[in-house]
């Protein structure tokens, strides 16, 4: 398999930037995800290494090898679009066996690609159906073993699981996952969910604006967000941001304070006006009486199954805790709550950005 190497990658449509100056390394075997909201430039960036878009400006290397001058055909390249792409009229046997004209391989050949590709799919018995014969998920499956079977050295997929239904979309990230893993693969993978990213990356990618945000495995783009943005695009509920102030070790929001985390003492100045981060996830019902344990109103509630949303209020702010769905209160109810000290995280109010490294 294939590294992937994107340098001082630019993509302008006359004065429109649609992607900045992208820099990123895509080891041999490895599953990157490219996640953001629409318009952020993802699918730009994909289409880039594909060759179904020209670069503007900047290098892209597949292999070891400049690929910028490349036909799509020539990069060592299989795409899985969206909207999979197959020809109606043709079997699943022969929308596979298309795609391996251009390579002239002998009937012998052909017939063994399919076949084994067929098999690792759970296509074996469907190879003389047409596409108007098969469900929403296995019409993506054969869109992927159409790619497959060309054995190439780089898999790029454009959203592939958009036009799946809830459970069908769980049960194909699974087989894109267990492919992967089988077939080592090097994979860059386009999303704007962020579960998709969250269980099918080794890294995650997070897009705004032609830009890329952060970089990270999915534990660290979901425990140390670089900013507010990621803070926030990043987990489901997203992150409770609460003004305040640092002073005198402490951090002071407008109805409650807490002392300043050990991680943080040495990095924010006094003074400084901070966004405190919360992960619902780390708000806890708590015994009234001691220190940083505070009072709540519950104005909502979400069962979720084994787990609960509480839409809570802590003075005049508004909160999101998540807890287990037995432990849930009343609507209404006056409750008590700590946070998770060890994981709260302080971003700048200005900028934005974490305090963690400064």
């Given at each position: 398999?294939?590294?992937?190497?994107?340098?001082?990658?630019?993509?302008?449509?006359?004065?429109?930037?649609?992607?900045?100056?992208?820099?990123?390394?895509?080891?041999?075997?490895?599953?990157?995800?490219?996640?953001?909201?629409?318009?952020?430039?993802?699918?730009?960036?994909?289409?880039?290494?594909?060759?179904?878009?020209?670069?503007?400006?900047?290098?892209?290397?597949?292999?070891?090898?400049?690929?910028?001058?490349?036909?799509?055909?020539?990069?060592?390249?299989?795409?899985?679009?969206?909207?999979?792409?197959?020809?109606?009229?043709?079997?699943?046997?022969?929308?596979?066996?298309?795609?391996?004209?251009?390579?002239?391989?002998?009937?012998?050949?052909?017939?063994?690609?399919?076949?084994?590709?067929?098999?690792?799919?759970?296509?074996?018995?469907?190879?003389?159906?047409?596409?108007?014969q098969l469900s929403g998920g296995q019409r993506q499956r054969v869109a992927m073993g159409r790619a497959m079977v060309r054995t190439p050295e780089v898999f790029l997929f454009d959203e592939p699981l958009s036009n799946l239904d809830a459970k069908l979309r769980t049960k194909v990230r699974w087989e894109i996952g267990y492919l992967h893993r089988r077939l080592g693969m090097t994979t860059l993978y386009v999303?704007?969910?962020?579960?998709?990213?969250?269980?099918?990356?080794?890294?995650?990618?997070?897009?705004?604006?032609?830009?890329?945000?952060?970089?990270?495995?999915?534990?660290?783009?979901?425990?140390?967000?670089?900013?507010?943005?990621?803070?926030?695009?990043?987990?489901?509920?997203?992150?409770?941001?609460?003004?305040?102030?640092?002073?005198?070790?402490?951090?002071?929001?407008?109805?409650?304070?807490?002392?300043?985390?050990?991680?943080?003492?040495?990095?924010?100045?006094?003074?400084?006006?901070?966004?405190?981060?919360?992960?619902?996830?780390?708000?806890?019902?708590?015994?009234?009486?001691?220190?940083?344990?505070?009072?709540?109103?519950?104005?909502?509630?979400?069962?979720?199954?084994?787990?609960?949303?509480?839409?809570?209020?802590?003075?005049?702010?508004?909160?999101?805790?998540?807890?287990?769905?037995?432990?849930?209160?009343?609507?209404?109810?006056?409750?008590?709550?700590?946070?998770?000290?060890?994981?709260?995280?302080?971003?700048?109010?200005?900028?934005?950005?974490?305090?963690?490294?400064?």
């Amino acid at each position: 398999m294939s590294a992937i190497i994107l340098r001082n990658l630019v993509k302008r449509y006359e004065a429109d930037m649609a992607v900045h100056d992208i820099n990123l390394n895509v080891e041999a075997g490895e599953f990157v995800v490219l996640l953001g909201p629409s318009g952020c430039g993802k699918t730009t960036t994909l289409r880039m290494v594909a060759g179904l878009e020209d670069v503007s400006e900047g290098e892209i290397y597949i292999g070891g090898e400049l690929a910028n001058d490349l036909a799509p055909k020539d990069r060592g390249i299989a795409m899985v679009f969206q909207n999979y792409a197959l020809y109606p009229h043709m079997t699943v046997r022969q929308n596979m066996e298309f795609a391996l004209r251009p390579l002239r391989l002998d009937r012998a050949e052909v017939n063994r690609r399919i076949t084994e590709t067929a098999e690792i799919l759970g296509l074996d018995e469907y190879l003389a159906r047409r596409p108007s014969q098969l469900s929403g998920g296995q019409r993506q499956r054969v869109a992927m073993g159409r790619a497959m079977v060309r054995t190439p050295e780089v898999f790029l997929f454009d959203e592939p699981l958009s036009n799946l239904d809830a459970k069908l979309r769980t049960k194909v990230r699974w087989e894109i996952g267990y492919l992967h893993r089988r077939l080592g693969m090097t994979t860059l993978y386009v999303t704007h969910d962020q579960t998709e990213a969250m269980t099918l990356a080794d890294k995650i990618v997070i897009m705004r604006q032609g830009r890329i945000e952060q970089v990270g495995t999915p534990e660290e783009v979901f425990v140390r967000p670089r900013n507010t943005f990621v803070a926030t695009f990043i987990g489901t509920p997203a992150m409770n941001l609460v003004p305040a102030v640092s002073a005198d070790a402490n951090l002071h929001a407008k109805d409650f304070s807490l002392p300043m985390p050990q991680k943080f003492r040495n990095h924010v100045p006094e003074g400084l006006e901070v966004l405190i981060g919360i992960r619902p996830s780390n708000i806890n019902l708590a015994d009234s009486g001691p220190a940083n344990v505070f009072a709540a109103s519950v104005r909502g509630i979400e069962y979720l199954g084994t787990d609960a949303l509480l839409d809570l209020r802590v003075g005049s702010e508004e909160l999101v805790a998540e807890i287990p769905a037995i432990l849930r209160p009343e609507v209404d109810a006056q409750i008590h709550v700590s946070f998770d000290m060890q994981s709260l995280q302080l971003f700048d109010a200005k900028t934005g950005q974490s305090l963690e490294s400064i």
